[in-house]
């Protein structure tokens, strides 16, 4: 069995005034709102069960549970004074039912065909940047293990906003959570730093995807120059 969390709660602060009436993930690029271009492609996939943790104007998001029957919605109450940690925490039980997908419900999935490739270990969707890069990206070994997951570093792949736990992980992720959920300074943390802080405990990998396949938007002007280019 497959699952799925969408993190969806964030305000989308850099995209105002645009989210100040609609949440980050229900802006429309092409034809559909881009939470939805992520659920097409888990659909596609086969997934199982899809749980989708609102937050900021998270009423907005109930109709999905109409349009797609396997849709489910949690409510993640304290969006607003911790980081996306409390996202998937608020969902840890989903990672102990199966292989899960973690993803940013605020992408812009151009080809949802890459939800359809063969995922054998655990992983992370990943851009190669050449050269300097100031975002999240990946430090690997010689065998292609992920052994840092943080920011900055140079000829590095990059995330994407999408991951795959198979169900081993998953359910150590789903522990890890808990353990560090609550200790000083967690209201702070990505979920992505728990798991950089059990690296040695996951075994991941990273998937590579090419560049327009996903598309991140952080702020207007780049939402204008998608929306332009397709």
């Keep these: 069995m497959e699952n799925a969390i969408l993190m969806a709660s964030g305000m989308g602060t850099r995209m105002r005034p645009l989210t100040e009436t609609t949440p980050k993930p229900l802006i429309t690029v092409g ?6 271009t992520v659920i097409d492609g888990l659909v596609k996939r086969g997934v199982n069960n899809i749980v989708v943790v609102v937050g900021y ?10 349009k797609y029957d396997n849709v489910s919605i949690i409510k993640n109450e304290v969006y607003e004074t911790i980081n996306n940690i409390s996202s998937v925490y608020a969902a840890r039980e989903v990672l102990t039912k199966g292989d899960c997908f973690i993803c940013e419900a605020d992408l812009f999935v151009s080809d949802d065909s890459i939800f359809l490739h063969d995922l054998p270990e655990s992983c992370y969707y990943g851009k190669m940047v050449e050269g300097h890069s100031e975002d999240w990206v990946f430090d690997t070994d010689e065998h292609g293990i992920i052994t840092r997951v943080g920011k900055v570093g140079d000829n590095r792949y990059n995330m994407t906003g999408i991951a795959y736990f198979k169900e081993k992980e998953a359910s150590a992720l789903a522990s890890f959570m808990e353990e560090e959920y609550g200790k000083p300074g967690y209201e702070n943390l990505f979920w992505d730093d728990v798991v950089n802080m059990h690296i040695q405990d996951i075994r991941l990998k990273v998937h590579p995807v090419n560049h327009n396949q996903i598309v991140e938007i952080d702020t207007v002007d780049e939402l204008e120059q998608v929306r332009r280019s397709l």
């Design 31 to 36: 034809s559909k709102p881009m939470i939805e």
């Design 57 to 66: 104007l998270g009423e907005q998001f109930d109709y999905l549970k109409t």
